[in-house]
Structures are given as C-alpha cells and as structure tokens.
C-alpha cells in the first residue's frame, strides 16, 4: 500500500464520511472530475487537489532538426524547478504514480549556449525519490550517466520504464541495487550518430531480470543486444515475462527462436511491423516448439506475419491472433485476400497453410488486407468457429486488383446476412475504401431491415463499423432501431 501524509485534524471534522472513504472514491474519477470536487470545499480540495498530479509531464528543453537538445531561456528553467519543488511537497508528492520527461518543438526557438539541457533532468532525478509511490517513468532523448542511472536504481517502488532514444551507459557490478520494473519500453529512431555507442547499453544493465513481465523493443541493434547480452546471460531465464514485443527483423528472429526455451511463460508475441517490410523472413523453415526440454506454454496472443505464425505458436490456447504479411504486395503489411486464403484454407503452393487446431480457439481476430471480397471472408467463416470480435483494416494505398475486386460498405453489409460468420460473434469492424462505386444512397428502411434482419441472425453481435462509421446495433427490448 502507498503511503499517505498525514491529515489535518479539522479536515477530519469536516468530512462526513471518512476521509480514506472519500479518497477511494476519489481516486476513480477523471481529472476534469476531480478539478470540480476540488472547488467544491476545502476538505475536499484537500483529499482530492493531490490527486491532480498523479501525472507529471515535464517538457523543459527543444530539439533542433538534428536532434540536438537546448533550453533555449532561464525563464524555462525557473518555471520547470518551482513546478518540480511544488509536486515534490508533501502535500502533492504521494499522490504522483507517473512521470513523463520528453522534449517539444518550439517554434523560432534558438540555442543558447549558456544552458547546459540536463540542468534539469539531474534536478529531476534528485527529486523522484519524494514521489515514494511513483509507479512509471518515461525518457525521451536524455542521456543517462552512471551517476544518474544510480539514482534510478534507488527508486523502489518504479514498475514501468520508457526509454525512446536514450543513451544509458552501461553499468557494472550493480546486482543488489538493480531496478525492479515489471514492464520495459525501449525505443530508438533511425539516427545512430546520437544514440549508438560503445557505452550504451540501452538501459540492460540495470535491470534486474526476475522481476520483468513485460518488454518492447523495435529496434533491431537494441533487441539484439536484449536477447544476446540480457537474455541469452541469464541462466534461469525470464521466468516472470508473459509479454514480449520485437522488430520483425530476420536476424532477431533467428537469435530469439534458439532462445525461446528461456520464456517458458511467455503468453503474448508480437513483432513489430517496420516501416518498410523485410521480405527475406524465412517461410519453411524446420523448426518445432517440441525440441526444447523446456516445456512451452501455447500462447494467448500473436501478432505478427502470417509467415511466423507456424513457427511460434502452438495449438490449445491462442485467443487473440493480429496477422499481417511480408510478401512483398505492399509496404505496410497488407495481405492481398488471395493470400489470405491460402494461409487460411489451403489451395497456393506458395503460401503456408496455418494449423487449423490453432485458429480454432481464436475469439478475437485483426487483419491488415489490400481489400475486402468474398474469398477473404469466407476463409474468416470457415476457419473460426467461436470468433468474438472481427476487426479488418484496409492499406489505404493502391493496390491493383483492389479497383476491380473490392466490395463497397454496401455490399459487406449485404453479405453479413448471407455469410456463415460464427454465432458467437459480438464486435464487427470493417473498411472497404473501395473504388468502387456505389448502386445507389442507402436509404433509412434499407438499413433499417438489414439492421432487423443481422439482429435476429447475429443474436450477440452488439456493434458494428464500416468504413469508419460506427453503427450501434445494442438494443433494447422495446427499442425503435434508429439510422
């Protein structure tokens, strides 16, 4: 449990119900909420005005084009340190659960050389441990020495750690001291001439790993640092990670796949998909979950290619399934629906097909497609037999037999009452862009009957969306079903 100040005796008086009661309470609203009990009286504002800080966002310092770091006024630093000193009081300073450090692009703004940017990040990091309850904390393009990483590490009570573009320098000999986060963030842009060194070592070093549940990283340099140095140096493994997000990058698959024994409860894999796809990840590859003494369990989540989709996941458990692909047909991912339905039914020699015991546990369903037709939701039918929810997203870009074979939203919402979908299904998302025109303007019958009609087809399905148009179909017993 947190620790709390302690309380004025004539608030206490002054509150009807007990002061933890109103403070439980308080602590489930929102912030605009909050701003309005606070007005309300003076007990009030004293139990709920703390409650406002639970999230500091500092933005002190500018990057130029380069990414170069500046201050660019003293106005800054006077206004950002008695922001700092407030927060750190007792009376706001237990309330704190997050902090956010990260620079903004201010216009016109110019270097002055005089302000050294981490003036006040070393003040930061001499205040955070009065935020004894604090729970997050994010970096953007700071620099981390070993003085101020051991400042970090004094921080007991830090669950989850963000670091984009962020130069840690590695640290030695820190094993009793080591950061206890559950949940690990790192990112880094495509510049290395700021952020890649011998010294940095993105963090790794102080971070204790039997207490990690949760980690993303998206660059390659830094995911293969994590498997190789972090993971691949831990006897024991990561026992306690359940969660794990990494580029899809042909070298960290490699390295991760003989590694993957060390995870024996990981229960969601995603990769990360690139800004441009790398279309050497291998397709057929001998390789089973099976060879490793280490028992695996199958996982609840998978959100990556359809190609590595064979070679990570096993059948009995898979709940949550994200598919895309790196066959060369786009750049963002999208599978054109011939595709899919050679990864979803069989019939194209060149593309695997997907163990059918694994899709058939599947509940929720997201797919990056050039286009929505007849053969894609078929395939989605027949394949998925206790689906729940359905979400299609559609690349925006052109796609050469999109123009020809794309339905309308018209046409899918004419299909849905024609197309076998599972029962089970509650939650329907699909997008069309398609060029193709439409037979004419829905009228307000029209989809009054398909509305009727779904109803008593889908009994559970309770929204659906076309093309970015939401359609509520919740209704009441006695409910007039509205445009």
């Given at each position: 449990?947190g620790?709390?100040?302690?309380r004025?005796?004539?608030?206490?008086?002054?509150?009807?119900l007990?002061p933890?009661?109103?403070?439980?309470i308080?602590?489930?609203?929102?912030?605009?909420t909050?701003?309005d009990?606070?007005?309300?009286?003076?007990s009030?504002r004293?139990?709920?005005?703390?409650?406002?800080?639970?999230?500091?966002?500092?933005?002190?310092y500018?990057?130029?084009?380069?990414?170069?770091?500046?201050?660019?006024?003293?106005?800054?630093?006077?206004?950002?340190?008695?922001?700092?000193?407030f927060?750190s009081?007792?009376?706001?300073?237990?309330?704190?659960?997050?902090?956010?450090?990260?620079?903004?692009?201010?216009?016109?703004?110019?270097?002055?050389?005089?302000?050294?940017?981490n003036?006040l990040?070393?003040?930061?990091?001499?205040?955070?441990?009065?935020?004894?309850?604090?729970?997050?904390?994010?970096?953007?393009f700071?620099?981390?020495?070993?003085p101020?990483?051991?400042?970090?590490?004094?921080?007991?009570?830090?669950?989850?750690l963000?670091l984009?573009?962020?130069?840690?320098?590695?640290?030695?000999?820190?094993?009793?001291?080591?950061?206890?986060?559950?949940?690990?963030?790192?990112?880094?842009?495509?510049?290395?001439?700021?952020f890649?060194?011998?010294?940095?070592d993105?963090?790794?070093?102080?971070?204790?790993?039997?207490?990690?549940?949760?980690?993303?990283?998206?660059?390659?340099?830094?995911?293969?640092?994590?498997?190789?140095?972090?993971?691949?140096?831990?006897?024991q493994g990561?026992?306690?990670?359940?969660?794990?997000?990494?580029?899809?990058?042909?070298?960290?698959?490699r390295?991760?796949?003989?590694?993957?024994?060390?995870?024996?409860?990981?229960?969601?894999?995603?990769?990360?998909?690139?800004?441009?796809?790398?279309?050497?990840?291998?397709?057929?590859?001998?390789?089973?979950?099976?060879?490793?003494?280490?028992p695996?369990?199958?996982?609840?989540?998978?959100?990556?290619?359809?190609q590595?989709?064979?070679?990570?996941?096993?059948?009995?458990?898979?709940?949550?399934?994200?598919?895309?692909?790196t066959?060369?047909?786009?750049?963002?991912?999208?599978?054109?629906?011939?595709?899919?339905?050679?990864?979803?039914?069989?019939?194209d020699?060149?593309?695997?097909v997907?163990?059918?015991?694994?899709?058939?546990?599947?509940?929720?369903?997201?797919?990056?497609?050039?286009h929505?037709n007849?053969?894609?939701?078929y395939?989605?039918c027949?394949?998925f037999?206790?689906?729940?929810?359905?979400?299609?997203?559609?690349?925006?870009?052109?796609?050469?037999?999109?123009?020809?074979?794309?339905w309308?939203?018209e046409?899918?919402?004419s299909?849905?009452?024609?197309?076998?979908?599972?029962?089970?299904?509650?939650?329907?998302?699909?997008?069309?862009?398609s060029?193709?025109?439409r037979?004419?303007?829905?009228t307000?019958?029209?989809?009054?009957?398909c509305?009727?009609d779904?109803?008593?087809?889908?009994?559970?399905?309770?929204?659906?969306?076309?093309?970015e148009?939401?359609?509520?179909?919740?209704w009441g017993?006695?409910?007039?079903?509205d445009?």
């Amino acid at each position: 449990m947190g620790q709390r100040p302690s309380r004025a005796p004539s608030v206490i008086a002054q509150v009807g119900l007990a002061p933890e009661l109103w403070l439980a309470i308080f602590e489930h609203l929102p912030i605009r909420t909050l701003q309005d009990v606070a007005l309300t009286c003076r007990s009030f504002r004293y139990l709920a005005q703390p409650l406002l800080f639970r999230c500091l966002t500092f933005c002190p310092y500018s990057l130029d084009t380069n990414n170069q770091r500046f201050i660019h006024c003293f106005e800054t630093v006077e206004r950002t340190k008695q922001r700092i000193q407030f927060c750190s009081s007792a009376r706001i300073a237990h309330a704190v659960r997050e902090c956010k450090f990260y620079p903004r692009y201010i216009v016109g703004a110019v270097l002055n050389p005089k302000i050294a940017y981490n003036v006040l990040l070393d003040i930061l990091l001499d205040t955070l441990p009065l935020f004894f309850n604090l729970q997050s904390l994010s970096f953007t393009f700071v620099d981390l020495s070993q003085p101020r990483v051991l400042k970090l590490c004094a921080l007991r009570s830090l669950r989850s750690l963000f670091l984009g573009n962020c130069t840690v320098e590695h640290v030695q000999s820190l094993s009793p001291l080591k950061l206890q986060v559950a949940d690990l963030t790192i990112i880094c842009d495509d510049k290395p001439s700021l952020f890649w060194n011998s010294r940095n070592d993105h963090g790794l070093s102080v971070i204790s790993p039997d207490h990690l549940r949760s980690v993303s990283i998206i660059n390659p340099v830094a995911a293969s640092q994590f498997l190789n140095d972090f993971l691949g140096n831990t006897p024991q493994g990561l026992l306690q990670l359940r969660c794990l997000t990494l580029p899809c990058d042909l070298g960290v698959v490699r390295t991760f796949r003989s590694l993957l024994h060390l995870i024996p409860e990981l229960a969601e894999l995603k990769f990360a998909r690139p800004s441009q796809i790398q279309h050497s990840l291998p397709k057929d590859e001998n390789f089973s979950l099976s060879k490793h003494s280490n028992p695996l369990r199958p996982l609840l989540k998978y959100k990556g290619p359809r190609q590595l989709l064979p070679h990570f996941v096993r059948p009995g458990a898979l709940e949550h399934l994200d598919l895309w692909s790196t066959r060369p047909v786009s750049t963002d991912g999208s599978m054109n629906p011939l595709e899919l339905h050679g990864a979803l039914v069989g019939g194209d020699e060149l593309v695997s097909v997907c163990d059918q015991e694994v899709l058939k546990t599947v509940q929720m369903l997201e797919l990056s497609v050039t286009h929505v037709n007849t053969i894609m939701l078929y395939a989605i039918c027949i394949r998925f037999p206790i689906l729940r929810s359905l979400y299609v997203y559609v690349g925006r870009g052109f796609f050469a037999d999109a123009a020809t074979q794309a339905w309308n939203s018209e046409m899918i919402m004419s299909a849905l009452l024609t197309l076998p979908l599972p029962s089970t299904i509650q939650r329907l998302r699909l997008s069309s862009h398609s060029v193709v025109p439409r037979s004419g303007l829905a009228t307000k019958d029209r989809l009054a009957r398909c509305k009727r009609d779904l109803r008593v087809k889908y009994p559970n399905l309770s929204f659906v969306s076309l093309d970015e148009s939401d359609i509520n179909l919740t209704w009441g017993r006695n409910r007039v079903l509205d445009y």
